[in-house]
């Protein structure tokens, strides 16, 4: 059973294509969740924290929020019409990722969905400083829609770390490949499961011990390595009755085999958790895991540990 009961979707009002906004309506639709559209927009020039304010700003203000709410009624009127519940919201509040984060607070969303943008440049979807922002502070869910269509059976690939060698709680694990399994479920989709390791690290522990007579060859501190892992990744995944030709351990490094595993498999959705040092540090993402999503062909949704709780300060939020 699918928990997604109310999404909210992150619509760019500078930008025509809303690759976020399509994604949001097919997955309201197949799992039968409402949706709120969000603009959060800002100017300084037209804001209460300047020396001044004048009735000629808060009239600037609401001019441009009737804008953006008729803009996206519009895009609204025709979910309706399929018998999808959407509601609209405009907030005036800045930065922009402390704006949704509020919002999603406020209005009880179970999930956020928004687009990364086509980085020109480099001909492929880049994630922006407020993307990396919102997986840091995030309290819910959050999936980043590329611009790519989905195809008809999504396949969703669950990144796993079953020995929580990046201090990843267990119960993330199964969080993760439960989300996908409902996900997948519900749209008609397939789901892998994917793990990997280093063995460098094996090696690098034998070498610093090579002083010690009874230290054992390299080549079997690798292969008991690659038991141990084998083992946790193969009972976290026959718990879940995953077949052995979607399940993927690999010996290298996520940020290179991730990214080559989702392209074999025609991944569509890599499903993955946010790391955390302990729950008393910030949440982060480290340069591993960013290379790694900069790197993957398909859209990201990342799972939070039960226990997180926002960084984002709640009290300048402000409805319009």
Known sequence: MNDICRILVVIDPTIADQPGFR???WLAGKVGAELEL?????NEYLSDDRLFNSPSLKTARDEIIRNQRKHLELLAEPLRTDGIKVTTTVVWDHPLYEGIVRQVLSSGADIVMKDTHHHSAFKRAMLTNTDWNLIRTCPVRLWLVKPRELSDN???VAAIDPLHEHDKPAALDDEILQLSMNLSNDVGGDVH???????RIAVATATADAHIPASPPCDEVV??????H???????TEFNQLADGKTHLVAGLTHEELPAIAKKVGADVVVMGAVA???????FIGATAERTLEHLPCDLLIVKPDWFRTPVDLDNYQTA
């Open 154 to 156: 999504p396949v969703f």
């Open 23 to 25: 994604r949001a309506a």
């Open 230 to 236: 084998q083992k946790c990744f193969t009972e976290i």
């Open 193 to 199: 499961a994917f793990h990997s390791y280093d063995p």
């Open 223 to 228: 292969r008991k390595m690659h038991e141990k």
């Open 38 to 42: 969000l603009v959060c927009i800002y």
């Open 277 to 283: 040092r302990n729950r008393w540090k910030r949440l």
